[in-house]
Antibody, heavy 120, light 110 residues
């Protein structure tokens, strides 16, 4: 079955960087893009960007351009999201997600979420 | 890119139908048939309920339906059930090749 397993919670100081991993299994990693979405406490969803599992092409939310980098390791079927120059308002649960189409049926899968806390 | 506009809250009684609107612009909702809807229960990851305006992923109840007119998309839930109580978010592909979410709507089943 399809699973997205994310790395554990992180506590960072302002100005630091964080790198969250998302290990995929149960589907062809190179066939689909992974999206990253975050949710600050008590707030709505925010799309951060996406990365192609096929060629590593990325698209980032304008708001995060210059601070975020998404990468993949196709050998381990793992996607990474690095956010730099962390601020307190980057405190959020970070999710990776993939939408898969199989024989005309569509399924979506999400990681369990990674809480990143930015605090001095 | 500004967030899509959703009502903060809607409510309905069991068995009734409700509709949640999602208003964007000619650069997102109005330009593409790539509107999605997500359901999120407290403490859980979001779940895709509708994609490409009106298509349901496998396993999603046919009580959920989506539509679009101009710059506004809508999610309708018919035959409301207690388990439908959750937050709902719309999203759209944009002309900048990015995705934008709505602010979210809290659905209360009375």
């Amino acid at each position: 079955q399809v699973q997205l397993e994310q790395s554990g919670a992180e506590v960072k100081k302002p100005g630091a960087s964080v790198k969250v991993s998302c290990k995929a299994s149960g589907y062809t990693f190179t066939g689909y893009s992974i999206n990253w979405v975050r949710q600050a406490p008590g707030q709505g969803l925010e799309w951060m960007g996406r990365i192609s599992g096929y060629n590593g092409n990325t698209d980032y939310a304008q708001k995060l351009q210059g601070r975020v980098t998404m990468t993949t390791d196709t050998y381990s079927s793992t996607a990474y999201m690095e956010l730099r120059s962390l601020r307190s308002d980057d405190t959020a649960v970070y999710y990776c997600a993939v939408v898969i189409a199989v024989a005309g049926a569509v399924f979506d899968y999400w990681g369990q979420g990674t809480l990143v806390t930015v605090s001095s | 890119q500004s967030a899509l506009t959703q009502p903060a809250s809607v409510s309905g009684s069991p068995g009734q139908s409700i509709t949640i609107s999602c208003t964007g612009t000619t650069s997102d909702v109005g330009a593409y048939n790539y509107v999605s809807w997500y359901q999120q229960h407290p403490g859980k990851a979001p779940k895709l309920m509708i994609y490409d305006v009106s298509n349901r992923p496998s396993g999603v109840s046919n009580r959920f339906s989506g539509s679009k007119s101009g710059n506004t998309a809508s999610l309708t839930i018919s035959g409301l059930q207690a388990e439908d109580e959750a937050d709902y978010y719309c999203s759209s592909y944009t002309s900048s090749n990015t995705v934008v979410f709505g602010g979210g709507t809290k659905l209360t089943v009375l």
